[in-house]
């Protein structure tokens, strides 16, 4: 079955800095990634859906990028803030219909000032 | 639009007891999605719906768990008997034909 995995500790940037965080999986390449962004006490939230054909994607500070021969995605948030510190989810298609998505275990990041 | 709307916010039962969640998707999406959180095993997926039809529920636990969506405005996550075991946060989410999922606020259960 497919598994995914995530920094498990957490990752403390200085402010500005530029803050990488790494998704790696197994078995089923996916059709799409995606990286979501959850503070305590509330549901996650949509950034960045990169899809196979895809190298790169950008949204103001963020890049994603999705390696399907390393079976690897990476989210970096460039210019890092205070703000930016939560918890980052990344999520991939279980089959074909692209409809199903599970979910990494997340990494932690704080930026400090 | 307002979001995915979930209810109640917290709610709080006793082993034995009934627990009927509900989620309103947002307007125009085709996919509705329940997850259960807790700090050990994550965000972990419970059922999806497509157009109003259960499409996977092979992630809910036990036949103690239901769920229904009877139309497109409206969904509902039940557990019955609850045992304290079932405390988590429950999220529900909807999802356009793109792919990127909306999460709701979350349900947090407690089971005493």
């Known amino acids: 079955s497919q598994k995914i995995e995530q920094n498990s500790e957490a990752l403390n940037i200085q402010e500005g800095k530029t803050a990488t965080l790494t998704c790696n999986y197994t078995?089923?390449?996916?059709?799409?990634l995606q990286w979501y962004r959850q503070d305590p006490g509330r549901g996650p939230v949509f950034l960045l859906l990169?899809?196979?054909?895809?190298k790169e994607k950008r949204k103001e500070r963020l890049k994603v990028t999705f390696d399907t021969t390393l079976k690897q995605s990476l989210f970096h948030i460039t210019a890092s803030q205070p703000a930016d510190s939560a918890t980052y989810l990344c999520?991939?298609?279980?089959?074909?219909?692209?409809?199903?998505?599970?979910f990494g275990s997340g990494t932690r990041l704080s930026i400090r000032p | 639009d307002a979001g995915v709307i979930q209810s109640p916010r917290h709610e709080v039962t006793e082993m034995g007891q009934e627990v009927t969640l509900r989620c309103k998707p947002i307007?125009?999406?085709?996919?509705l999605f329940w997850y259960r959180q807790t700090m050990m095993r994550g965000l972990e997926l419970l059922i999806y719906?497509?157009?109003?039809?259960?499409?996977?529920d092979s992630g809910m636990p036990e036949d103690r768990f239901s769920a229904k969506m009877p139309n497109a405005s409206f969904s509902t996550l039940k557990i019955q008997p609850s045992e304290p075991r079932d405390s988590a946060v429950y999220f529900c989410?909807?999802?356009?034909?793109?792919?990127?999922?909306?999460f709701g606020p979350g349900t947090r259960l407690t089971v005493l």
């Open positions: 989410a909807s999802s356009p034909l793109s792919g990127e999922q909306f």
């Open positions: 078995n089923y390449s996916p059709a799409y």
């Open positions: 990169i899809r196979e054909n895809e």
């Open positions: 999520a991939l298609d279980m089959d074909s219909s692209a409809s199903k998505i599970i």
């Open positions: 307007s125009g999406h085709n996919s």
């Open positions: 719906f497509n157009n109003n039809v259960p499409i996977d």
